[in-house]
């Protein structure tokens, strides 16, 4: 079982930035980032593997948002710059055990989530 901690969610206007982080209670490969407005579906915004080899970003972030892992493998990051009302939600950090796991959809654990929220 793999605990994950996000933290960094707040209250910003909109062109404004948040850094999210993401504390794993061991090293993992994979990590991305979700989030799930109200109403809607949970959608994928950004994933990377351990080494940072390989990054996907949504189509709709992309420009904006970077994600980073730290070297032990335990951490993960979400810097969001340019933030937009749309972005408003409860993002998610998740792991796999392979890249291939995460964007197939083949998620190992969760974490209980932070709440952005872009005032406009």
């Known amino acids: 079982q793999v605990h994950l901690a996000e933290s960094g969610g707040g209250l910003v206007q909109a062109g404004g ?3 999210l982080s993401c504390k794993a209670s061991t090293s993992v490969y994979a990590m991305g980032w979700f989030r799930q407005a109200p109403g809607k579906e949970r959608e994928l915004v950004a994933t990377t593997d351990l080494n940072g080899d390989y990054t996907y970003y949504a189509d709709f972030v992309k420009g ?3 994600i980073s892992r730290d070297n032990a493998g335990r951490s993960g990051y979400l810097q969001m ?4 009302p749309e972005d408003t939600g409860v ?3 998740t792991t796999a055990g392979r890249m291939a796991s995460m964007l197939n ?3 190992d654990y969760w ?3 932070t709440q952005v929220t872009v005032s406009s």
Request: proline share 0%; net charge negative.
């Open 64 to 66: 904006r948002f970077t």
């Open 111 to 113: 974490g209980q989530g």
């Open 91 to 93: 993002y998610y950090c």
């Open 17 to 19: 930035s948040l850094r």
């Open 81 to 84: 710059d340019t933030l937009e």
């Open 105 to 107: 959809g083949e998620y």
